[in-house]
């Protein structure tokens, strides 16, 4: 979407049309639609959530003490942080505030590097990211939704298997969702358009790009591998993990204050804050979409807003949609309880 003379899209899409019949909020999808249902809490449930989300991490880290200095060095985890902080603000700043939901105009050549480092985070070309998120705000947990985790209703069972689904298992439906349709200002942007067509070659940079930093720094090619490992393989997978747990997580577990649509069950998750780069204050995200801040009570901390405020004051963002007192006190009202 190009931002001169063109301006950039400041709106949620809405619904192109009604779903093609009633959802009442509990049932699972129709089998030919993706879309939410009901959330139910459950103890068993969360235990198994939380199972799934933190032994992978304790696996890495034991991994990592069991194998510092002879499969990870010092170096690895620098590598690591500062890749895993430029490509996850590519996703968070780039792809997300700024291209899905236009909460700032950028100056060309930020838009283009953001849209880069978004695209060396492995999770589809900008384009095609875009277009799938705005679909998932259209529809947010109801027949539609791409990756709602009420898709098989709220009973246990349904909502385990909804969790697996808003979390990984929607990358594997064939579910094409059309950016002729939900992102037109992408496509009419050529730049945009050159950085999607790059994005197989973007992938190969992120992890090239780490494996020659690590043979540089430690001298053989041994240390370009573990640095391949650690800084490459690990650091995708963990942003990987972490944006999907907004997907799912930030949809089940966490705080409502503010109000949303019917249906609606997004969820701040503090938990998430920091490794999101604070995209899991994802419930005043889902009540003002277009904001550029999403942590906006004491003690949210919001990298991405952090560094759009810093790129405002270089003068290379502007029109930044910071949010008003006014505005966040009126979302804050009538809130909705967790059941429709």
Do not use: K
């Not at 529809?139 to 909502?159: A, E, I, K």
């Not at 997004?266 to 994802?282: I, K, M, Y």
Request: glycine content about 8%.
């Amino acid at each position: 979407m190009p931002l001169s003379p063109t301006t950039s899209p400041t709106v949620t899409p809405s619904d192109p049309a009604p779903p093609p019949q009633a959802y009442d909020g509990t049932s699972p999808f129709p089998p030919d639609g993706p879309a939410p249902a009901r959330s139910g809490s459950d103890r068993l449930y969360v235990t198994v959530t939380a199972v799934i989300v933190v032994l992978p991490f304790v696996a890495i880290s034991l991994a990592g003490w069991l194998l510092w200095g002879s499969l990870i060095h010092p170096a690895d985890i620098v590598l690591a942080f500062v890749l895993y902080t430029i490509t996850g603000l590519g996703v968070t700043v780039g792809f997300h505030r700024g291209l899905t939901h236009g909460g700032y105009r950028a100056v060309r050549p930020v838009r283009i590097a953001l849209a880069v480092a978004g695209s060396m985070s492995f999770q589809g070309d900008v384009i095609g990211w875009v277009a799938t998120h705005r679909r998932h705000h259209a529809f947010t947990d109801r027949p539609g939704d791409p990756h709602s985790p009420y898709r098989y209703g709220t009973h246990l069972r349904g909502q385990l298997r909804g969790l697996l689904h808003a979390h990984v298992g929607w990358l594997f439906r064939n579910d094409r969702t059309p950016p002729e349709r939900y992102a037109p200002d992408l496509l009419a942007d050529r730049d945009i358009r050159a950085v999607a067509r790059a994005f197989p070659a973007l992938c190969v940079l992120t992890l090239a790009l780490p494996f020659a930093v690590g043979w540089l720094i430690g001298g053989t090619w041994r240390h370009g591998v573990t640095a391949l490992l650690w800084a490459g393989l690990v650091r995708i997978a963990l942003l990987h993990h972490v944006t999907w747990s907004v997907n799912s997580l930030c949809h089940m577990i966490g705080e409502r204050p503010f109000r949303t649509r019917r249906h609606d069950r997004a969820t701040n998750l503090w938990t998430l804050a920091l490794l999101s780069f604070g995209e899991s204050w994802h419930n005043l995200h889902h009540a003002d979409p277009t904001s550029a801040r999403h942590g906006v009570d004491r003690g949210q901390l919001d990298p991405s807003a952090a560094v759009i405020r810093l790129l405002e004051r270089l003068g290379w963002v502007h029109d930044v949609r910071w949010p008003t007192a006014e505005r966040v006190a009126a979302r804050r009202a009538r809130c909705q309880p967790l059941n429709p």
